[in-house]
């Protein structure tokens, strides 16, 4: 049951192939199909593809080092009638259609807003500070560095019961 939502994980180990321009192109349409407070769809999203154009973008987040060798990455702007929750709705929507696609991604923090700010172009009035990275997962190298992650403790979800309330809330 919705095993594209309890099966989505990201993925930060590709194969350097570049995405298909049909892939790309379906991607970044599921984002135009997402749904958002009183319609007003307040974003846009900027394509990084390559490594030149990764590094550029990677060098706006602190924890993104493997970004360069992804094969594309959104940037998620936020227009000035935009909100942060419908940008979270936008990855979420990008990187289902991905998996869908047989694309890996992984959603990253751009915390240098000047250097985000600088690297994308944006106006004063817009904003990104997150973007989501893509490409075909090199699948022994993924699971490699899975297995070292879950051995430093981060690994799956925390249970229902840790954070489903009844009627109110309570330690
Ligand atoms: C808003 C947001 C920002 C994130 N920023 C980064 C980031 O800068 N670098 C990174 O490697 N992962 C980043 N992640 C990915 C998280 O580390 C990942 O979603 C979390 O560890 C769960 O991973 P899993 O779905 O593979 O279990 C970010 C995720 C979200 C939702």
Not at 53 to 58: N, V, Y
Not at 102 to 113: A, E, F, Y
Request: proline share 4%; aromatic share 6%; hydrophobic share 40%.
């Amino acid at each position: 049951m919705y095993s594209a939502i309890s099966g989505l994980r990201t993925v930060r180990r590709y194969t350097g192939e570049p995405l298909s321009p049909e892939h790309l192109e379906a991607v970044l349409d599921a984002g135009r199909w997402t749904g958002s407070s009183k319609n007003r769809q307040g974003w846009a999203m900027v394509v990084f593809e390559g490594r030149e154009e990764l590094e550029g973008i990677a060098s706006a987040g602190t924890f993104a080092v493997w970004v360069p060798d992804a094969a594309a990455a959104i940037a998620l702007v936020k227009t000035p009638h935009g909100n942060d929750f419908d940008i979270g709705r936008l990855a979420q929507n990008l990187m289902l259609a991905a998996d869908a696609l047989g694309i890996g991604s992984c959603p990253i923090t751009l915390h240098d807003q000047d250097r985000a700010n600088e690297v994308i172009g944006l106006p004063d009035d817009h904003e990104a500070r997150w973007a989501v990275v893509l490409g075909y997962a090199d699948e022994r190298e993924e699971s490699e560095h899975r297995r070292q992650r879950s051995s430093t403790g981060m690994r799956g979800r925390v249970l229902l019961a840790d954070i489903v309330h009844r009627r109110r809330f309570s330690r």
